[in-house]
């Protein structure tokens, strides 16, 4: 079919928006990442801009030799996985059953859970309430309060609607109970959804900030986003380093952005493997009833 001037048109703006958006992304990533691997005079003097100006890997030599980053990688690598898993887990065994219409009170329950989305917990009553359940300079305080992402339950319950119904009816003729039919059925035929929302759930704990400022009095148990605002709101920390060492090939401002860069990369590798059902999944999050 031969498309009309407008639509090559359409076509030719929407291509370049996009082009235009990836970039506005893109480049201030690769523009750290120059700055990274340039000398200290080049990157002070903004002589830098897409490309190394006098190579060097000193910074990223001293941020991989650096223990309290590790120490806090470790630590937001766990906070992400089990966040990860036990919101999923938590999320798809409330989602299933507000999808079933046999579940008479549904609507009042759904009710109850989209004003949660109007009116959040203001922040001092949030802050005594995990004080008093003996989470303050805990990791769980980075876990449990968000647990369940009202949003990326709404999603799952929205996909779960859209599952033909006669596949329950015909897995308990076979004998089948509701925890064998949401995990032998429903859920590996949700991998689009599945895929989409442990995505959301991992980026936002990999991202913990807030409540670990709140929460986490102990330097030694800070996630790395955390341990990467001391670096960046105490450039005397970072300075101390060329002194200790003796080292000249890396300063304060290469530092940062290799440490913003280490931070940054991991998470950003994990889109690329959920990708193929990531389309399909974030377009599930139309009500339904």
Not at 53 to 72: D, K
Not at 132 to 139: I, T
Request: proline share 5%; glycine share 6%; charged share 15%.
């Amino acid at each position: 079919m031969r498309r009309t001037t407008g639509d090559q048109l359409f076509q030719f703006f929407n291509y370049a928006f996009l082009i235009a958006a990836a970039a506005t992304m893109l480049l201030p990533l690769l523009q750290l990442l120059a700055v990274s691997f340039s000398s200290p005079i080049a990157a002070d003097s903004k002589q830098v801009f897409l490309f190394p100006v006098e190579f060097t890997t000193a910074s990223w030599s001293h941020i991989l030799q650096n223990t309290g980053l590790w120490r806090s990688f470790g630590i937001t690598v766990y906070i992400t996985v089990a966040g990860t898993f036990l919101s999923m887990l938590f999320t798809v065994l409330t989602a299933y059953p507000l999808s079933h219409k046999q579940f008479l009170i549904r609507k009042q329950i759904m009710l109850g859970i989209i004003i949660t989305m109007i009116f959040n917990a203001p922040m001092i009553p949030f802050f005594l309430t995990v004080r008093e359940l003996g989470l303050m300079n805990s990791l769980w305080s980075l876990i449990l309060p968000g647990v369940i992402g009202t949003f990326n339950m709404i999603i799952i319950r929205t996909f779960f609607m859209g599952i033909p119904k006669e596949l329950d009816d015909s897995a308990r003729i076979d004998g089948c109970n509701e925890a064998g039919i949401l995990f032998r059925i429903y859920l590996p035929l949700s991998k689009p959804v599945m895929a989409t929302v442990s995505l959301f759930y991992a980026v936002g704990y990999w991202n913990t900030f807030q409540r670990a400022v709140l929460f986490i009095r102990d330097p030694e148990k800070w996630p790395l986003q955390t341990k990467l605002r001391a670096y960046l709101t105490s450039p005397e920390e970072l300075a101390a380093v060329n002194l200790v060492l003796g080292d000249y090939d890396f300063n304060t401002t290469t530092l940062k952005a290799a440490t913003i860069l280490f931070a940054t990369i991991p998470i950003v590798l994990v889109y690329p493997y959920l990708q193929k059902y990531f389309v399909k999944g974030s377009m599930l999050g139309s009500l339904k009833e």
